[in-house]
């Protein structure tokens, strides 16, 4: 039976957090993908932009979320996974900025995400591919970046999970890091060996797939037991909106423009049993406030008819 | 490499003489042969399905005799016999992406058959051939599609013709997803596996960028697994949703083009890419009035030339015995950093005078002057965007070996672009 969770951002206030983990309970959920890339937002980094949440020490940043875990332990939630604030590595950033985001944020991110007691974390593979030349010659950046989390990882019984994602070519969203199934076990299997723990796995991102066409169920099955978080939500295929699953259509037939068929078969033949993750923290702005909970009801439902089709 | 100009959209087939005229005046040597012309994809999607007098009589004519089809095309191939236009490269027809006809996979193989027979009588060396996947399920399309090229490989054999597979995307409710062949690794099995059981190299690739793009696949990595099995290229450019074949460049937003030309460029310089480049620009030519068409055609034929000179860039450095540069900025820098060891350049000049006597990544940054003093088997290779002023500049002064260089496609990058002041220090 897998369990269904979602994100905490615009759920989870840090003024009161146990209220929004009590609203995901009562909507329908077990679990949460905490948001921690909300305390440091891709949008500023990449204008080389830094708040300063993550100079306080690691005992201050846990003091921080102690109420986030109680409040999460007292609404019945489990924290399964968490999103590690992203890009990791800015491109045209200064050497201080990716210093800062390297020496800085990814310790405590995994510092955190042990103090919540979440098992997996999330992180963006390097996008570098147009500068450096080639994909594997990216890969090895982000490598070099797993290396240093992953005898932190080990020590704190934490996977990290490297996500398919998408580059931007001319406003057509193209593969980015991590859209070869094929490759991403490789590596992952090259990693956990080395490290002799599963220090490393893969959260699969439907939206970003989507996005590039990837067929679902062949990557699925291609990653197998590597596959320990998801990130599920829904596109037109053209931009990365985070909407509800069987939003999109295309044609007359009023069809889902997503193959989810293909992602229930997929998860179905590796037996996927871990948890059902939304991420779609964009439908509760989109939606009035009043709504809410109706719309967390809907989603959680739709990871129970998913639940049940598996 | 071989620009191949597709026919599709310039070229109505029943009476070609204008547009052949006009593909050949426009500078173009070879044109492919677009077979799926006479059987269009919807016209075989409605075949039999609609009432006599509303169904393509051509398509009618095709499915009661297949053999039909070279009539069909007479009258192109004597045009392109009178314009001296080479037909190196055919397509054979194909079904619409979202079809629902699964009854059709015989015909189309008949009709394949009598393609690749066309071929021979022609001297038409390649024929592509997209898999069959209607009615097919996705475990099974390997095996079907296996038997079913192995059957038209005895035919292909007679006709010394190679058979092209070709990377598909499919279309799920109106969203296009990766399809037969478009994960590289799987197509290069393929083709291995085909010639293997053909018993000699019967079977190549073609590689369609409108495909890659759909599906916003990286086209260098894409390239660079398929390697010599690439044999020809359908260049084409499209948004990146809508399936369309438009003029390469043509396709931008916001000043940036949609279609991934830096990994396509990167791939195929690669693999040393030199088979068919297939310039496919139907919807393009079609919207143009046929009025412009001409033009069209001339500046479609300069992209080809384009993107041939900037795949075979590197061919252009091995010309010379020496090499000096001109430009003492970005594009030099890029140089230096791409070509820099392999092709190390006497030195290069530029007109700021502020620079002379520096060093500028490595080079002595000399006056324009200095080139005069060249000995003639040196190429002189203007690293600055304003080329045609430059390279006016550079006649004046006597010099005859004057080449372009370009940045735009560079292996890689620096992360960062200098400023003249930087340049300075």
């Not at chain 1, 147009?130 to 704190?156: C, H, I, V, Y």
């Not at chain 1, 909106?241 to 007359?252: G, S, V």
Request: net charge negative; with cysteine.
């Amino acid at each position: 039976m897998n369990l269904i969770g979602t994100q905490t951002k615009n759920i989870v206030e840090d003024g009161n957090p146990e209220a929004g983990f009590r609203l995901m309970k009562q909507a329908g959920f077990s679990c949460a993908d905490f948001s921690l890339n909300s305390y440091l937002l891709n949008t500023s980094l990449y204008q080389f932009q830094l708040n300063d949440f993550f100079n306080r020490s690691v005992v201050e940043l846990e003091q921080f979320f102690t109420p986030h875990k109680k409040g999460a332990v007292s609404a019945g939630i489990r924290i399964n996974q968490m999103h590690m604030p992203y890009p990791a590595y800015v491109p045209k950033g200064s050497k201080e900025l990716n210093g800062y985001l390297w020496n800085e944020v990814a310790p405590k991110s995994m510092e955190i995400c042990a103090f919540l007691e979440c098992p997996y974390i999330v992180v963006h593979g390097f996008k570098l591919a147009r500068n450096l030349g080639s994909e594997q010659a990216e890969w090895e950046r982000t490598e070099q970046f797993l290396d240093m989390l992953a005898p932190m990882a080990k020590e704190m019984g934490i996977t990290v999970c490297i996500e398919n994602l998408y580059d931007n070519v001319g406003g057509h969203l193209i593969e980015g890091p991590c859209c070869d199934a094929k490759k991403a076990v490789e590596r992952i299997d090259r990693f956990n060996d080395r490290y002799h723990a599963e220090v490393v796995g893969f959260c699969f991102d439907t939206g970003h797939a989507n996005l590039v066409g990837l067929d679902f169920e062949t990557f699925l099955v291609t990653l197998g037991d590597r596959l320990k978080v998801l990130h599920i939500h829904d596109n037109d295929g053209v931009r990365d909106l985070h909407q509800i699953p069987f939003t999109f259509t295309k044609t007359r037939e009023n069809k889902a423009s997503t193959d989810w068929e293909g992602f229930i078969r997929g998860l179905k033949a590796i037996r996927y049993n871990r948890v059902l993750s939304f991420e779609t923290a964009p439908v509760l702005t989109a939606f009035p406030k009043e709504m809410q909970l109706q719309v967390l009801q809907l989603i959680s439902g739709i990871g129970k008819y998913f639940t049940a089709e598996l | 490499m071989q620009l191949i100009c597709s026919p599709s959209g310039s070229v109505d087939f029943r009476h070609p003489g204008q547009g052949i005229r006009d593909i050949r005046k426009a500078g173009f040597e070879a044109v492919s042969l677009d077979l799926f012309q006479c059987a269009s994809p919807w016209s075989l999607e409605t075949l039999g399905k609609q009432k006599k007098e509303t169904e393509d009589p051509w398509a009618a004519r095709l499915f009661q005799d297949p053999a039909d089809l070279k009539k069909q095309v007479s009258a192109l191939l004597f045009q392109c016999q009178s314009n001296t236009l080479q037909i190196p490269v055919a397509r054979a027809p194909y079904l619409p992406r979202d079809t629902r006809r699964t009854d059709l996979n015989t015909f189309l193989e008949q009709l394949t058959a009598y393609s690749i027979r066309l071929c021979g009588e022609i001297g038409c060396s390649s024929l592509v051939v997209p898999p069959l996947f209607s009615g097919i399920e996705k475990g099974l399309q390997w095996q079907e599609n296996h038997a079913y090229y192995l059957r038209l490989a005895g035919i292909a054999r007679e006709c010394h013709v190679t058979i092209l597979l070709e990377n598909q995307c499919m279309n799920y409710n109106g969203h296009f997803l990766r399809g037969i062949c478009s994960d590289a690794e799987e197509a290069a099995r393929w083709v291995d596996c085909l010639n293997k059981d053909a018993g000699e190299e019967r079977f190549g690739f073609c590689m369609d960028t409108g495909v890659c793009t759909l599906c916003g696949q990286d086209m260098h990595t894409f390239a660079g697994i398929l390697g010599q099995r690439v044999k020809a290229i359908r260049l084409r450019d499209c948004d990146g949703y809508q399936e369309n074949a438009l003029l390469p460049f043509t396709c931008a937003e916001q000043g940036q083009n949609r279609t991934d030309w830096l990994n396509l460029i990167r791939g195929l310089r690669e693999i040393e890419f030199d088979g068919g480049l297939i310039l496919d620009f139907a919807d393009t030519a079609a919207a143009f009035s046929p009025l412009l068409r001409p033009r069209l055609l001339s500046l479609a034929y300069a992209v080809a030339e384009y993107v041939k000179w900037q795949i075979e860039i590197e061919n252009l450095l091995k010309k010379y015995a020496t090499i000096a540069l001109f430009g003492a900025g970005n594009m030099c820098r890029n140089y230096m950093k791409c070509y820099g060891e392999t092709y190390p350049p006497l030195f290069t000049c530029d007109n700021n005078s502020a620079l002379w006597g520096t060093i500028f990544c490595g080079l002595e940054v000399k006056p324009p002057e200095a080139l005069k003093e060249l000995p003639e088997d040196c190429g002189v290779f203007i690293c600055n965007v304003y080329y045609r002023e430059i390279e006016k500049q550079l006649r004046e002064l006597g010099i005859q070996n004057i080449e372009y260089f370009n940045d735009e496609y560079m292996p890689s990058f620096h992360f960062d672009r200098i400023k003249r002041n930087d340049t300075l220090k």
